[in-house]
């Protein structure tokens, strides 16, 4: 990967506030040519500084307003208990985010469903069915105060 400039930097933030956004409007914005905002955007993407372009949906005006963050220990430690748990993960659309913990936690996982009753449900018939669970912990998430697909890319780089 190359280094990025200030340039690419700008570009990579008006990306993911709005990844429809065309290279001329970006061009444009930025006091840039279009051929080189396009070429610097080709770039981005091919060196993997843009992982993939997405719509992000309103979670509510679909009906899912249960945001759970259950945090699981497993019955016993090592790879292969970590490598089945993390299969069983991977097929349950419901974990929107998974992640190793350090602490008190194996795992930490995000589970948006419809409300508490099909939460439960998703734990009875779906979460508990993979190998290995020793303790399963869930945090109801009340109010949403922040909420965001952006890195804070001019504190980082």
């Known amino acids: 990967m190359s280094e990025l400039s200030k340039q690419d930097i700008k570009i990579l933030e008006l990306l993911q506030r709005n990844s429809n956004r065309s290279s001329a409007e970006i061009a444009e914005e930025l006091s840039m040519s279009q051929s080189p905002c396009w070429r610097r955007i080709?770039?981005?993407?091919?060196?993997?500084?843009?992982?993939?372009?997405?719509?992000v949906l309103n979670r509510e005006a679909l009906g899912m307003d249960l945001v759970a963050f259950t945090t699981i220990n497993l019955s016993a430690a090592g790879r292969k208990n970590m490598e089945r748990f993390e299969e069983g993960v991977m097929k349950l659309d419901e974990v929107i985010e998974c992640y190793t913990m350090t602490g008190a936690w194996d795992y930490m996982l995000k589970v948006v469903v419809r409300d508490i009753r099909h939460y439960e449900q998703f734990v009875r018939k779906r979460l508990l069915e993979i190998p290995m669970i020793g303790e399963v912990h869930s945090h109801m998430a009340v109010t949403e105060i922040k909420n965001?697909?952006?890195?804070?890319?001019?504190?980082?780089?």
Do not use: F, M, S
């Open 148 to 157: 965001t697909t952006e890195l804070p890319l001019q504190r980082q780089l």
């Open 42 to 55: 080709n770039r981005l993407e091919k060196e993997g500084y843009i992982d993939r372009q997405v719509a």
